[in-house]
């Protein structure tokens, strides 16, 4: 008996990301799959260390390319948390709003590579091109369509500009507009319901036992949102919920995703109705190159759209981190339950259930 | 938050807590006791294991293995509060070793494969430890203090020559 | 475009199609990937010029390396690159490849790209927009025409000395030598 | 005479079908709000594959892909084009249906030798894709074999043009249906796009196919949707007939050459219809697609079958 | 009497081969070698002949020997296939033990099914029956192990089939009061209807054993992968097609055409038998992981166009039916052969899932079985083509839509499990324990280089074997099928072989030209393979392992050999009712035959009493 192992990844059209599966194959099963992951590592928490604090700003955004924001977030709130300092209250809406836009961006994006690995091309465009036009929001906002640097210590680095409201409604209003037609080619299809359920389903035992987050133990029926449970920035400020599914499996996640966005978009508009029209947006801090953070450790978590994203922090009061440590949610979607999830699939859906799960190469490498 | 203090505190010995932050636990405790603690902290609700990291701290000559912990579901009556666990203990430096985690919580498993990469801390128990992330061997694990990645770039890959064009000799 | 100039088809077909049938290895090297999305999509639709990803390298002949070069991508790069079937092109897209980028300091990615393959052209930038995918796809329209986008004449002429960089990284491939 | 037929029915579908693919792109990219290559950008990659230094893994990988071109082009000499017919007259539907064969064998045989399980699994998905709309294929064919008590094309064609065409008539209309619905399994076409998923199997059967090879494989590709699409318009659409409008010129050159011209609307009216198919929906797992096929299409013709046989 | 003498001098030869085989080692290849090739060539210096002689009288009965078109086409046949079988057991026995026995009996075996065919009445018939079936035995059991089940599957099923066709010549002797075929067929359209179809029925039963017809198939697959490589070609090219030649007798010769087709619903029943004879052993061998396995199980399907051909009728059919016996005698043949000399080589592995790439190593027997298997799929320009362009023609013009599918979709399983075994032995990587093998000795590539070269001439020149096959159905009283050199001429579309040979030669040349005047391709190793950028490692880089993995989920969840099963069931059931009743009846004699012989006793207890049938 000859077996056979085939390689997912990283040279693949269907892989997103630098990230590799070797699978061992019977037929068309899954009998084993290793995640092999680190074409992308670059020792980020190593450099960081070697940096100042307001420098690691244009590495941490790179640790995510796909949403950089929630990963400036979640420094810039782990830096402040060690030096105490405090976010005016316009400073915190325009944190969530622009969180939640890249969260809405994120799925997008999502949506291109699930769609994308279906070989639906037409869905994949139309995602790809709405995740365009919430681009160049942020380049106006920030200057950057990709990576925008724009969350500091104390707050945001600029206010919005003039009628900047009104233009992320506009968009949004456009992109929404489409909704019924994604729903209808896409999420309400029966061919993709039938591509997509039932496959790379765990249990919610096997979920929380492998710290699944995000959507995938949404999809699970339990409402995990770190927004809930410790909110950050303005999201106590508005009402929303947590959409959750039941399945558990590719479909659910999906759906799970759909709904997120869909809360999302809403949350944007509240937000933007109940922000503060005129105030600071960031609290001053010292200067960068002489600033010395006061000896001391941090545990700062918020909900990226892949889930908790956390950051154990340690300063040892000199000028630079003296170690960094961020908790992904790629990272035990990637490694840990991904090679659960993909044992007895079919060879046909490694990269959609990939997706499903969100993995981000980067993310895990660092 | 009184309450999950004062039970970890009857229960073990050897356990320094303080609540450095708001909604933050930091436990102190020796090597030995990891491994219960993680354990009772588990049946007690805090389910989720959100990270394993390690700090090298090289002037004490010790590493500081850090396990934080979170629960799922929060249930005010069972005394769960909506915390972090954050669970550090110190072990030496020198022939790094210590206990795996896995059959506690299975997400422990690249966490630990990580910090046997780039630390150098053998993991017991765990296995299959072999390197995760990187492609070539370097002398000390890179995350170590001591590793200097400008000196290591220096001498790596600076020594590497450009391409030298050959002239056609026809 | 002269895409449309009969003369310049009859005159030189393969210079032509080279240029005008550019299939791109999809490897998301790093994160300049992510700007190749956008660019083969609704929004700036690549198609265009020709420009489509292709499913496996040896349908290639434009290896895009977008971003910061790990020692474990460069590995699968050149394995990659000398997959990819004569003539072939390479654009090293992102400040990383060229010089270490913000990776300067890093322990683990490679620092100059051109001592292990040839690149016929950079793109600078971290990160480049699409539209410089666009302008650095014109300029090595401009090399095929004028026959200076030799990268892969250069590997085969110094294969010997990309080899033993190569190998000086990794101590032994894997494969066997490509050239002799 | 016949030489400059076989020529022209050569040349007709080779140009055809680069155009089709070229038709698939394009109006791929309209749908998804794009410009798109321009309608001969297949040619264009054809060339430059042509122009690369292929690599080889032997002798049957060159003999294979040049076997698979081989079995295309011998069909659509006996395949009926408007009035162009090179041999209709020798062997019939069941020289087609076997002859057909000899294209996906060509390439599994090509790109079994490249020794890679990617192109293994492909072929091994589209042998079995294949034999599933066969089993529907075989049933509608032997229904219309059976209707026309002929088993030449020609015939069929010509039976149709002097009473009514097959998908408007009642007896035949079911098998036209089925026909309709594995048109895409045939093609290739999503949701049947299976064989060559690149994001699963990075192209599968194709996937060690460059250079020289590739430019084949295209050539055939395009071949083989002129050959699926021609053989629907002929066993169901009357061939080059318009409702007998054009009856009277009949037998003369431009008589030919309306038909031709008929023959070619309808089929990239087909055609057109599928890449819509193609454009709304995500590929299908294997066992899916199969279990789809032998349901719907394959009871579809067997029911027609069962009519046309309890009639006659 | 030379056919007598004939007969006599091969039995002679063959105890020869025995004998110097104790003495002289060396002499008895060259012997056994020598005496195939001798009948041969007497077989075929008998063209054209159409006699028959009383060799000799037993019992009161008169032993006929006769040569006639139908029965020369099947000796040279057999013959031919016996000696390339002989040349290819050269080097495959070579290291075997007790080779001599082995020769002997392969002879025995040639002999016998040449006395089938020449047999001139139907006692002469049954003895060299038992001969073949006999020396098949010793055959198959020749390795021991697991051959000896396999055997005795095959010997039980030979005995029910003799004592079956026994019952009838009988039953047939005491209807009119003769054994001789000539006399017979004019004697029998004095019998009423009933006694013919209990006649044909007991026939059937021992035709239909041989011929491996579903439900009497179940001892083939495992014989089939059993016996020796060279044997398996014999025993899958000729000696089932005694069923076939069986069948022919009866229906044509014996019976004929008046009669057979005008009794009730007995074709249909036969036309059925042979559509599921098609279908379902073509969906087994897709299943199968053994190369034999999965020819045997090809075997049983090839052999249900073969009795579909024959049952359905027409002039075309049987044509086609008689034609397709002959090719296929052929291409698998070869394909036993191929698949033999990779056993060789590899030191007797033919596991489909632990093979692959020999293309590299065993260029010469790769072509061979390329050109076997596309004789078994019927590929245009192979002779399988015009035979089941025949049968396919016939089925749906004469308005048997239903059994032309059949027929249809067992070539689409035809090809799937042809191209598996291709793949699984000659295409993939090749593992690296196979690298130093070496090519086929020649002994073992001229008989398959000889058999391919037959596969593509009859395949371009059909209109030669079809002018043979004319004569015979001529003499079953049919009208001549309209033959030329290239093809059949028809009112309902014609087949003009030709045309696709100059098309297919043009259009070749042509993109051969084309093809190379692009770029000159580099060769290179199987290592250099596509592997998503990594290197590949060796030995893992295959997909060997169930190649047709969702259909075999799909067709293992209901396609069993549900009648083996049965049959080995309800051999358990009897055994155990033996046991039971042992005080009673005491000694082992196999219950299997004693409860065929109750079975056929019923039965014959009922037409005597009542006249049923």
Known sequence: MRKLEMYFGPQHLGMVGNFSITLQVEGDRILEAEANPGYLHRGFEKLMEQRTWMQNFPLVCRINVVEPDHIELIYAMGVEKLAGIEVPERGKYIRSIYCELARVASHLFGLWAYANMLGFDTVANWAMYHRDLLLDLFEELTGARVYHIYIRPGGVRRDFPAGFEDKIVKTLHKIGSKVPDYNSTFFENKLFEKRAKGIGKIS????????????????????????????????????????????????????????????????????????????????????????????????????SSRGELGLYIVSDGGLNPYRVHFRTPSYSHGLTILEKALVGENIADVGNIMISFYVVAPEIDR | MKKLKDKIEDLFDNVIINDFYQNRIFVKTNKESVVSLLNYLKELGYDHLALVSCVDHVEENEFELVYILSAYIHNEHENQEKTNIIIKTRISREKAKFTSIINLFENAEPYEREIFELFGVDFVGHPRLKPLFLEINYETPPFRKDFDTRKFVDDFFANIPIIEEIEDEK | MDRNQIGKWLRSPQKMSNKYSLHAVYFCTGCGIIEIPPSITTRWDAERFGIIPAPNPRQANLFLITGYVSLKTLKAIIRTYEQMLEPKYTVGFGSCPINGGMYWDSYNTIKKLDKYIPIDGWIAGCMPRPEAIFVAVTHLWTLIEKDMATGYIKYRKNYKQYRANQEKIYGSLDWPPLYK | MNILLMILSAIISLVTGMFFLGLARKIMAMIHWRYGPPIYQPLIDVIRYFHQRAVSHGFIFDLGIIISLIGSLLVVFFLPLGNISSFSNSGGLLVILYILILSPLGLALSSGESANPNASIGISRKLILTLSYEFVLIIILLSLMSQYQTISLQEIVMLQARKVWSFASWKLILPGIAYLLILPAMLGFRPFEIAGASQEISAGPSVEFGGKYLALNTINHGLLHFITIALFVNLFLGGGDLFGIFDSISGTFWGSFVSLIIFLIKMILIFVISVFINAVFPRLRLEQATKYILYYPLSIAIVGLIIVVAIN | MILFYMMIFAFVGAFLIYFAGKSFPRIKEILAVVISFLLFLFVALL??????????????????????????????????????????????????????????????????????????????????????????????????????????????????????????????????????????????????????????????????????????????????????????????????????????????????????????????????????????????????????????????????????????????????????????????????????????????????????????????????????????????????????????????????????????????????????????????????????????????????????????????????????????????????????????????????????????????????????????????????????????????????????????????????????????KSAALIRHFCNGIRKIYTGYVGSYVMYILLFLAVLIFVQLNWSVF
């Open chain 5, 47 to 568: 063209y054209g002949k159409d006699f028959q002689i009383n060799y000799h009288n037993f019992l009161g009965f008169h032993l006929f020997l006769r040569i006639n078109m139908f029965s020369w086409l099947f000796a040279l046949t057999i013959t031919f296939l016996g000696f390339l079988s002989i040349i290819f057991s050269l080097s495959y026995m070579k290291d075997k033990k007790n080779n001599a026995f082995y020769y002997m009996n392969m002879l025995f075996v040639n002999i016998a099914m040449l006395g089938i065919v020449l047999a001139g009445d139907l006692i002469s018939f049954f003895i060299f029956w038992e001969i073949m079936s006999w020396s098949t035995f010793l055959l198959i059991s020749y390795k021991k192990g697991s051959a000896l089940p396999a055997s005795m599957k095959y010997i039980i099923m030979s005995i029910i089939g003799s004592l079956s066709m026994l019952i009838g010549i009988l039953y047939l002797y005491d209807l009119t009061d003769t054994t001789i075929i000539s006399q017979l067929s004019h004697i029998i359209r004095f019998i009423n209807k009933g006694d013919v179809i209990f006649v044909v029925i007991l026939f059937s039963i021992a035709f239909g054993i041989k011929n491996a017809v579903i439900p009497f198939h179940n001892w083939l697959p495992p014989a089939h992968s059993e016996a020796p490589s060279p044997f398996s070609a014999i025993l899958s090219g000729i000696l089932i097609k005694m069923g076939v030649y069986g069948f022919l007798l009866l229906f044509y010769v014996i019976i004929g055409l008046d009669i057979i087709f005008h009794l009730t619903g007995l074709t249909i029943v036969l036309n059925v038998l042979a559509a599921i004879t098609i279908i379902f052993p073509t969906f087994l061998a897709i299943l199968q992981n053994d190369a034999k396995r999965l020819l045997a199980w090809s075997t049983v399907a090839q052999a249900g166009y073969i009795f579909m051909g024959i049952t359905y009728g027409t002039e075309l059919s049987v044509a086609g039916g008689i034609f397709h016996f002959l090719n296929h005698a052929i291409f698998k043949a070869l394909m036993f052969l191929a698949v033999g000399a990779i056993e060789y080589r590899t030191k007797g592995i033919r596991d489909l899932n632990s093979l692959g790439g020999f293309i590299k190593k065993m260029p010469f027997t790769f072509a061979a079985m390329l050109i076997g298997a596309m004789g078994l799929i019927g590929l245009p320009l192979t002779n399988g083509f015009v035979s089941k362009w025949l049968i396919y023609k016939t089925l749906i013009l004469n308005g048997s839509p239903f059994l032309a599918f059949a027929a249809l979709i067992g070539t689409w399983g035809t090809i799937l499990y042809s191209y598996k075994l291709i793949h699984n032995i000659f295409l993939g990587q090749l593992p690296a324990k196979f690298e130093n093998i070496q090519k086929a000795p020649f002994s073992m590539k001229m008989p398959m280089m000889i058999l391919s070269t037959i596969i593509i001439f009859f395949g371009i020149l059909p209109g030669i074997p079809l002018q043979f096959i004319n004569k015979i159905i001529v003499s079953f009283g049919y009208h001549p099928l309209n033959v030329s050199l290239f093809g059949i001429v028809s009112d309902s579309g014609n087949l003009n072989i030709i045309n696709i040979l100059a098309a297919t030669f043009v259009i070749g040349v042509l993109i051969v030209l084309f093809f190379r005047s692009g770029r000159k391709s580099v060769r290179v190793d199987q290592y250099d393979n596509y592997a998503a950028g990594s290197f590949i490692p060796k030995e893992k880089y295959s997909y060997t392992n169930s190649f047709y993995a969702p259909l075999d989920r799909f067709l293992n969840s209901f396609l069993k050999d549900y009648i083996d099963i049965f049959y080995c």
């Open chain 1, 204 to 303: 919610l035992q096997e979920a929380i036992n492998m710290g699944a987050v995000g959507h995938a133990i949404k999809a699970l029926g339990m409402k995990y949102d770190i927004r809930k449970i410790e909110p950050y920035a303005a999201y106590d400020q508005v009402d929303w919920n947590v959409p959750t599914r039941k399945d558990g499996d590719a479909f659910s996640r999906l759906l799970a995703i759909r709904d997120d966005m869909i809360e999302s978009v809403h949350m944007i508009f509240k937000l933007i109705d109940k922000m503060p029209k005129k105030g600071d947006v960031y609290t001053k801090t010292p200067n960068p190159f002489k600033w010395r953070i006061p000896d001391g450790e941090a545990y700062v978590r918020c909900e």
